[in-house]
């Protein structure tokens, strides 16, 4: 079967029922995607898939077919893409706020976390303190880091309103 | 640096001869060459604690784990702090019990506390060792010497420079660790006491990140084991009556493994080992009947316990006979969970003579330790290397994960990666366990607490892992326990006010009766703060004084008053009587404040909560929590834990319960067991009282209790009613309030 990672295309043989995460975690050995429950409910595989943040968990091999799949990996080319760079930036701008403001402890719901605020940018430039909240609440952390990770997404959200460095 | 310290440092080097005795250059010692050998090495060797190398940079070897809490980063900044290094020119290795020196476990917040001094004194000796070298290759007098950077500079007539990494570059020191090298005096510090970044941040948002649950190896096989759906009665274990394996026959690349009651399943592709996991078909012994959720604390209070007094002085009879007000408060504190965010994994690869092991372990010497006794294999014959997973916040299941792969990997006759399911962590937790405390506290006429006594239900932790129990081994108790922090806490139960007449008494459940427990997080402290504190509170309350100036006025420890005082300052506190401002609004307000600990340091916290009487639910709106640690390495670190507590203990006050029937634990992923989301997050304050001269303690669990204790008294400021159980759900909070809905 073949599916669409990062602008690349892949052949790979897992079952067609076998979730995706399975199959970037091993057959792609991707380190962005991570399994946290296998149930939806945690965020920790989410993957953007065409755009949107999906559970890669409990989405099905063949229920990908060839939509577009966007890991942590490939996040900064995505974003240059959506803003039309020249070439994509080292890391999104999500990425560089969650280091600037010193958001991770163990890091481990971060590609959640990062991949969930990519979409939430994409769509809402300038969102509002509630509208964070609300776009980020299907993601868990349990080293407590929410203040900040909203901090960085405000501090994502200026830079990128100021010239999509 | 300071003039007196200098000299104290160059006296020194003039005198201190003898520390560099027999100090010669060996040959090359190779990455390789270090980790052939079983260690721990040899912790009197220079050499075990550090590498100088040709290009001038250094490695330091740290036996502490990077856990999220920013250890690895600070343990450096305290090494090139002494070594006069730049952050840049200073690494660290993983965790190695072939590498790494045995500094205990990472744990009770004691990576700086612990590994601080030994990281410091280490680093000064290498530094010494370092000038002597100089001092002959330049042919100038120690005392001349600076160092900047790994560069040795002359400062009399040569000034002439050598590198750390011309004089020793990659060779051993050969150096015998005295621990009496002298040490930078705190007023030189210029990496110490900064907010330097973490190094490990960028890879983390990266995807870089080497986790635990990234690990793999050739050949390997990936395996789940099979249990019951949550734990039952420690002591129970889970017997098997039955397995069908030809209920996976339709899963054609797994197979079964057993021994004894430890059941799993392997197989080359990992979702046909997860598909095998749920579908093989096992019949369970029914375990005996567990008290469960609603009749647990009556069962604790009403069992067959043992008794030790923790503390007594004074004469409690006559200082409660002679108090002008009492106040009498009681907690009821559930099991709460580890539950780290991803579950834990282990890599293990058993050989007939040898064994090498991956996991998150906090601890790879006792965990090397608790594989021997499983494999009947010597320690010298196996390796265990640690690999972060996520954040776990005490004994979760990290030690089982890694004793099941190693079963499954031994089984199976190849390497296994082993990666639990959700509810295998969540059911087979290790819990921080329930309490049920019950305190008095009175005051004289002048506000003056006089008497003070509190009694604590509680069972230990356990010492056999899930893993070896089903294999035979019997289930046993933690030593200690009913003693240190698996008992009443001798510094968060009033002992950090002037009480003359005080007891502190411990009651000692039967481990195997109950749920699996083990160190959690701050482990007991919230119950304890959470009865004490609203004790403390009520006496402020019934003395018609403000709950801040009461706690002050009988407190005489700088150190209790100055993060008090920090505490209250940053939450601009103005003085007035608890539930003062109570009202029939539907939606109410309220402010608290608590102190407490875990170990050594010292907390304070200030809660502004809002409570909806109609639907009952409570949302801390902004937490303030205050820690003096002692000297803190790095600020911005104790920052960020301060922060990550506060969120923690909201998530444990208003969400976290295990919950359990007679047969089993039935909080089995984040919807039986919720913690808290975004949408309740408080907005943090974080202050760190910076004491540059004082020994460095924990931070990382330092300021739990006193958050508990503030939303606990901000619920009564905001209502009037004293909660009685935690955490405060809305179930619970409506009946308390007197709603028409109960529990």
């Known amino acids: 079967m073949q599916i669409r990672v990062n602008e690349r295309s892949w052949t790979v043989n897992a079952a067609p029922d076998t979730p995706l995460l399975y199959v970037l975690m091993n057959e792609l050995q991707l380190q962005g995607p991570r399994f ?62 969650m280091i600037d403001e010193q958001a991770v402890q163990c890091g481990y719901c971060f590609n959640g976390m990062i991949i969930k605020s990519s979409e939430l940018l994409s769509k809402i430039p300038r969102p509002t303190d509630a509208q964070i909240r609300t776009a980020m609440n299907g993601h868990l952390c349990r080293c407590g880091t929410y203040p900040r990770i909203m901090k960085a997404i405000q501090r994502a959200s200026l830079v990128m309103a100021g010239g999509g460095k | 640096m300071s003039k007196t310290s200098e000299i104290v440092r160059r006296d020194f080097l003039k005198t201190g001869g003898a520390l560099v005795v027999g100090f010669s250059l060996r040959d090359k010692l190779s990455a390789q060459e270090r980790g052939t ?83 410091r004194t280490a680093a000064a000796e290498a530094r010494l060792a370092l000038l002597k070298l100089a001092s002959a290759k330049l042919n100038t007098p120690q005392d001349q010497l600076t160092v900047s950077k790994g560069v040795v500079s002359g400062t009399g007539n040569s000034k002439d420079s050598v590198t750390y990494g011309e004089l020793v570059g990659d060779k051993p020191f050969n150096v015998t660790f005295t621990g009496n090298a002298p040490v930078k005096p ?28 990234y690990v793999r190896v050739p050949g390997m096989l990936h395996g789940r084991v099979v249990r ?30 057993r021994k004894g009651d430890f059941l799993g399943v392997v197989a080359e592709n990992e979702w046909d080992a997860i598909r095998a996991a749920q579908q093989l078909k096992v019949v369970w012994e029914t375990p005996p009947p567990l008290p469960g959720n609603a009749g647990l604390y009556e069962h604790m209070r009403a069992a067959k316990t043992e008794e030790n007094i923790v503390l007594e002085r004074g004469n409690l009879a006559a200082g409660f006979n002679g108090a002008a007000h009492t106040a009498a408060h009681t907690c009821r504190g559930p099991y709460q969970a580890h539950a780290p ?119 230990g932790w356990i010492n056999t892992e899930t893993s070896a129990q089903l ?49 959690l997080r701050s482990p007991l402290d919230l119950s304890f703060a959470f009865a004490s504190e609203q004790a403390i509170d009520q006496l402020a309350y019934l003395t018609r004084a403000d709950s801040y100036e009461f706690r002050k006025k009988n407190m005489t420890d700088i150190r209790w008053l100055g993060v008090l005082n920090a505490a209250a300052q940053a939450a601009k ?171």
């Open chain 2, 228 to 257: 019951p759906r949550g734990q039952r009665m420690y002591g129970a274990g889970a017997k098997i009556v039955s397995v069908d394996e030809a209920s996976i026959r339709s899963i054609a690349g797994a197979r079964v493994v």
């Open chain 2, 341 to 459: 965010f991803g579950p834990n994994c282990a890599v293990a690869d058993v050989k007939a003579d040898s064994a090498l092991v991956m996991c998150s372990t906090q601890d790879v010497y006792g965990t090397r330790n608790s594989l021997s006794r499983l494999l009947g294999m010597p320690v010298d014959k196996i390796r265990v290397q640690y690999y972060e997973g996520s954040g776990t916040y005490g004994h979760s299941c990290y030690d089982d994960v890694a004793q099941a792969a190693v079963l499954l990997s031994q089984l199976a006759g190849k390497p296994v990666r082993l990666q639990f399911m959700r509810w295998d962590e969540h059911g087979w937790d290790n819990y921080g366990p329930g309490h049920v405390g019950e305190v008095r506290a009175a005051a004289d006429a002048n506000g003056k607490i006089v008497a003070y006594e509190y009694q604590g239900w509680q069972h």
């Open chain 2, 37 to 119: 050998k079983a260690g721990p090495p040899d912790a009197k060797q220079v050499d075990t604690w550090l590498a100088i190398h040709a290009d001038n940079s250094a490695t330091v070897y740290i036996g502490f784990a990077e856990l999220g809490q920013g250890a690895s980063t600070a343990l450096l900044q305290i090494a090139a702090e002494e070594l006069d290094l730049d952050m840049s020119q200073i690494k660290t290795v993983r965790l190695d019990t072939n590498v790494t020196p045995n500094q205990g476990g990472t744990y009770s917040s004691a990576s700086i506390n612990r590994g601080g001094p030994q990281v």
């Open chain 1, 36 to 97: 946290g429950c296998g149930l939806a409910q945690c965020g920790s595989c989410s993957v953007l898939v065409n755009g949107v943040e999906t559970r890669s968990c409990v989405t099905p091999l063949s229920a990908v077919g060839s939509k577009s799949v966007t890991t942590l990996e490939g996040l900064p080319a995505w974003y240059a893409g959506q803003k039309k760079l020249a070439k994509p930036p080292a890391l999104h701008p999500v990425q560089q706020a």
């Open chain 2, 471 to 519: 294999t035979g081994v019997p289930p046993t108790e933690w030593p200690g326990a009913g003693t240190g922090v698996q008992g009443v806490n001798r510094l968060t139960c009033g002992g950090m006010y002037d009480i003359p007449n005080l007891r502190l008494v411990n009651h000692k459940l039967a481990v195997t009766s109950y749920l699996k427990a083990g160190w």
């Open chain 2, 573 to 743: 506190w103005t003085p007035r009587r608890s539930a003062a401002n109570v009202s029939q609004a539907n939606v109410v307000t309220g402010r608290g404040i608590g102190v407490g600990t875990h170990l050594t340091s010292y907390g304070a916290a200030v809660a502004e909560i809002e409570v909806n009487k109609d639907t009952g639910r409570v949302v801390a709106k902004h937490l303030y929590g205050a820690i003096d640690a002692g000297q803190v390495v790095n600020p911005g670190f104790v920052e960020s834990q301060i922060m990550g507590q506060m969120v923690q203990t909201a998530s444990r006050m208003f969400k976290e319960e295990v919950k359990f029937d007679q047969a089993g634990v039935t909080s089995l992923d984040w919807a039986t067991y919720p913690i808290l989301r975004f949408d309740e997050c408080p907005e943090v304050t974080a202050v760190v009282v910076q004491r540059i001269d004082q020994k460095s303690t924990g931070a990382g669990e330092e300021c739990m209790a006193a958050a508990a204790a503030a939303i606990a008294n901000a619920f009564f400021d905001a209502t009037g009613v004293r909660m009685k159980e935690f955490p405060l759900t809305p179930v619970r909070v409506l009946a308390a309030l007197g709603g028409s809905k109960t529990a």
């Open chain 2, 186 to 213: 705190t007023t030189a510090y210029k990496i110490v006491g900064t907010k330097y970044p973490r190094n490990d941040t960028p890879a983390k948002v990266g995807a870089q990140y080497a986790y635990m649950q």
